[in-house]
């Protein structure tokens, strides 16, 4: 038989048994739709952090508690909270010559309410050089200032969401809200930011650093800091001086002993970029696993078509056709099954790439749709490997088989 007369055979026999057709190629159909839309979502979700990190700006240095080596995050990057990282530092900080300005943070959660209007939102306690070093504004009322600091004001500056949500169209300057029952004024409304960094920089409530480590959260350290410095070639220097400014006021006379870590904007974008394409890596292969047990359901399957085809095998043996024919049919009927269900997972891969793209961007981040032709030739090969690496094994038995013992076969 000709190649042609194969294939024409192949879709006849698939065609007979649609159903059992479809429940075979089931597994590759979800294992390439998974690899496909993982890897993009992995993609697409790299993009918007990395994006994040370039608008920060190019002179900006962070400043994490715990140490690390110079290829790595701190544990503090994985949500261990580590507590060696104080207000004072921030201060000792903002004093170095190449600092303009900085803030710590402090951040939790809780209902925020105005007169029955209720919503749960994030709240940041900073520092007055917050808008400086984060490039934002307040657009109407003020921001806090270090009197605000210092005394352990109960004042609030809340983002144009927070003020939609709260307020609808009365003004909420001078208003009075609570933030997990406690009563604070806003003294401020924050300008339109928008979505970044995985949350929504509008839905925010700022209030002062040590009000939210004494009367909300009851600690004294910091989760981070972030310092601004004046040009973009004193970096390197402004990280030394940092870091031995931290280890005087710490007390630390080993570098091995560091209990803090700086890192520049560029740090910051080569660490999480080889993070994020290592669990983007990782994602892709957990559900390349799928496309295994399509596989072994494909196998399965064909085992059980040669064992229906057992006469038509001997048949077509004893009018002369010869092994490598018999395992070329079987195998190319492995391969379709595998080539379709891959066609149809590549299709609903991008479709539900396509819809996580859209429900993203619905809430206000910029999540860009990111499908590339490696995903797509990776999960077509893998798939196609599957179906002759798995159909091998039936396909060598049916040719194998005597046509004298498959005829003799009821």
Do not use: C
């Amino acid at each position: 038989m000709s190649l042609i007369q194969i294939l024409k055979y192949t879709r006849r026999n698939l065609a007979l048994n649609k159903t059992r057709s479809f429940l075979t190629m089931l597994g590759i159909i979800i294992g390439v739709a998974a690899v496909i839309s993982i890897v993009s979502v992995g993609a697409s979700a790299q993009d918007l952090l990395l994006a994040q990190v370039k608008a920060m700006g190019t002179n900006l240095i962070g400043i994490l508690p715990g140490a690390s080596d110079d290829n790595g995050p701190p544990a503090a990057a994985f949500g261990i909270e580590v507590t060696t990282l104080k207000y004072e530092d921030a201060l000792e900080i903002r004093k170095l010559p190449n600092i303009i300005a900085i803030s710590a943070y402090i951040t939790g959660r809780g209902t925020v309410s105005y007169f029955g209007r209720t919503k749960e939102y994030n709240y940041a306690g900073v520092m007055p050089e917050y808008p400086t070093v984060e490039d934002t504004a307040v657009q109407r009322g003020r921001f806090l200032k270090q009197e605000d600091i210092d005394s352990l004001a109960r004042v609030a500056v809340i983002g144009s969401k927070v003020a939609t949500d709260l307020f609808n169209k009365e003004d909420p300057l001078e208003k009075q809200i609570k933030i997990k029952q406690v009563v604070f004024k806003v003294v401020g409304v924050m300008k339109e930011r928008g979505a970044g960094g995985l949350q929504n920089q509008d839905e925010q409530v700022f209030i002062p650093l040590r009000t939210a480590q004494k009367i909300m959260l009851g600690i004294d350290h910091v989760a981070y800091i972030r310092a601004k410095v004046n040009k973009e070639e004193n970096i390197g220097t402004a990280i030394i001086q940092v870091k031995e400014n931290l280890r005087f006021n710490h007390h630390i006379k080993e570098v091995a002993k560091d209990d803090f870590s700086v890192r520049s904007t560029a740090q910051a974008l080569d660490i999480l970029s080889s993070i994020t394409q290592a669990l983007k890596m990782f994602l892709g292969a957990v559900a390349a696993i799928s496309l295994i047990v399509g596989g072994i359901g494909i196998m399965n399957i064909m085992f059980v078509t040669v064992s229906e085809r057992t006469k038509e095998i001997g048949l077509r043996k004893a009018v002369g056709a010869k092994r490598k024919d018999i395992l070329f049919q079987f195998l190319v009927e492995s391969a379709a099954m595998t080539f379709v269900g891959g066609t149809i997972g590549i299709i609903l891969g991008i479709g539900i790439s396509a819809a996580i793209t859209a429900g993203v961007n619905y809430f206000g981040y910029d999540w860009q749709f990111i499908i590339t032709w490696s995903s797509v030739l990776t999960a077509a090969t893998m798939a196609t490997s599957v179906g002759l690496i798995f159909g091998l094994w039936p396909a060598n038995r049916a040719s194998l088989m005597s046509p004298i013992e498959a005829l003799r076969r009821q």
